[in-house]
C-alpha cells in the first residue's frame, strides 16, 4: 500500500510538470465556456474527451504492457530513470463534451507487483489544472483484447467498451491549481475502441467524466 502511495505521488508530480508546461510563459488565455453541471448533492459534474488517434501528442511505454503502449512517434523510449520499470507515458490533447479541444492532458501509468498507479493531469490554461490518481489491472487491455480473438500486428475494428476501474469509479480527485484547487471527488476512464490499425495505434475515445466537490 505504502509503494502505491509512493508511485502514485511520483507519477502525479511527473505530470503535474507537465500540466504546469502550459502556464509559461505567464499569457492571459482567452476563458472558454466551462461545461460543468450542478449535481442535485451539490457536486459539480464535467466531462473530457479524447479522440484517437487524432488527439494523440506522445505515447511510450514498456514493450507488451498493453495493447495502447505502441510508441508515437515511432522509436521513441523510456527515458533511463524509468526504464527499470514496466510503465507508459502518453500525452494528448483534451477535448469538452461538445467536442471542443481545450487543452491537454498527461498520463503515467507505472506498475506494480499486481496492479497499476495511474496519474492524470488535465491542464485548461484559462482554468488551471485537474489531478487525478487511480490504479487499474495493467494487462486489462490485453485480457480484453486477447477475449475477442485480436493478435498482436493484425488490424482490428468492432467495438469494445474497457473502463479503467469500474463503472462506477476509477480512482480518485485530488484537487489541482487555479479553478481545480480545493477540490476532491472521484472520476470514471473508460476506453471506447472502435480499431487498432496495422501499426499498433488505437481507434476510438478516451472519456473522463469527474464528480467533485469543494472540502
Same mark, same amino acid.
Given at each position: 500500500?505504502?509503494?502505491?502511495?509512493?508511485?502514485?505521488?511520483? =507519477?502525479?508530480?511527473?505530470?503535474?510538470?507537465?500540466? $504546469?508546461? $502550459?502556464?509559461?510563459?505567464?499569457?492571459?488565455?482567452?476563458?472558454?465556456?466551462?461545461?460543468?453541471?450542478?449535481? &442535485?448533492?451539490?457536486?459539480?459534474?464535467?466531462?473530457?474527451?479524447?479522440?484517437?488517434?487524432?488527439?494523440?501528442?506522445?505515447?511510450?511505454?514498456?514493450? $507488451?504492457?498493453?495493447?495502447?503502449?505502441?510508441?508515437?512517434? $515511432?522509436?521513441?523510449?523510456? &527515458?533511463?530513470?524509468?526504464?527499470?520499470?514496466? /510503465?507508459?507515458?502518453?500525452?494528448?490533447?483534451?477535448?469538452?463534451?461538445?467536442?471542443?479541444?481545450?487543452?491537454?492532458?498527461?498520463?503515467?501509468?507505472?506498475?506494480?507487483?499486481?496492479?497499476?498507479?495511474?496519474?492524470?493531469?488535465?491542464?485548461?490554461?484559462?482554468?488551471?489544472? =485537474?489531478?487525478?490518481?487511480?490504479?487499474?489491472?495493467?494487462?486489462?487491455?490485453?485480457?480484453?483484447?486477447?477475449?475477442?480473438?485480436?493478435? &498482436?500486428?493484425?488490424?482490428?475494428?468492432?467495438?469494445?467498451?474497457?473502463?479503467?476501474?469500474?463503472?462506477?469509479? /476509477?480512482?480518485?480527485?485530488?484537487?489541482?491549481?487555479?479553478?481545480?484547487?480545493?477540490?476532491?471527488?472521484?472520476?470514471?476512464?473508460?476506453?471506447?475502441?472502435?480499431?487498432?490499425?496495422?501499426?499498433?495505434? =488505437?481507434?476510438?475515445?478516451?472519456?473522463?467524466?469527474?464528480?467533485?466537490?469543494?472540502?
Amino acid at each position: 500500500m505504502l509503494k502505491t502511495v509512493f508511485i502514485s505521488g511520483v =507519477l502525479l508530480g511527473l505530470a503535474t510538470m507537465i500540466g $504546469g508546461a $502550459g502556464f509559461y510563459p505567464l499569457v492571459d488565455h482567452p476563458r472558454l465556456v466551462s461545461r460543468t453541471q450542478v449535481l &442535485p448533492n451539490g457536486g459539480r459534474g464535467e466531462d473530457f474527451l479524447i479522440r484517437l488517434p487524432v488527439d494523440r501528442i506522445v505515447s511510450v511505454g514498456t514493450e $507488451g504492457l498493453s495493447v495502447s503502449a505502441v510508441a508515437f512517434p $515511432g522509436g521513441l523510449e523510456l &527515458p533511463d530513470t524509468l526504464s527499470g520499470e514496466p /510503465s507508459q507515458i502518453d500525452h494528448f490533447k483534451v477535448r469538452d463534451a461538445d467536442g471542443n479541444v481545450i487543452g491537454v492532458a498527461a498520463r503515467h501509468m507505472l506498475a506494480l507487483e499486481d496492479t497499476a498507479a495511474v496519474a492524470w493531469s488535465i491542464t485548461i490554461p484559462s482554468r488551471g489544472s =485537474l489531478w487525478l490518481t487511480g490504479t487499474v489491472d495493467p494487462q486489462s487491455f490485453g485480457a480484453a483484447f486477447s477475449g475477442i480473438g485480436y493478435q &498482436p500486428g493484425e488490424s482490428w475494428s468492432g467495438n469494445l467498451d474497457l473502463f479503467m476501474g469500474t463503472a462506477a469509479e /476509477s480512482g480518485q480527485a485530488r484537487g489541482g491549481s487555479a479553478e481545480f484547487s480545493g477540490l476532491s471527488g472521484t472520476y470514471t476512464e473508460r476506453w471506447n475502441v472502435t480499431g487498432i490499425g496495422d501499426a499498433g495505434e =488505437l481507434r476510438g475515445t478516451i472519456a473522463l467524466s469527474t464528480v467533485t466537490y469543494l472540502y
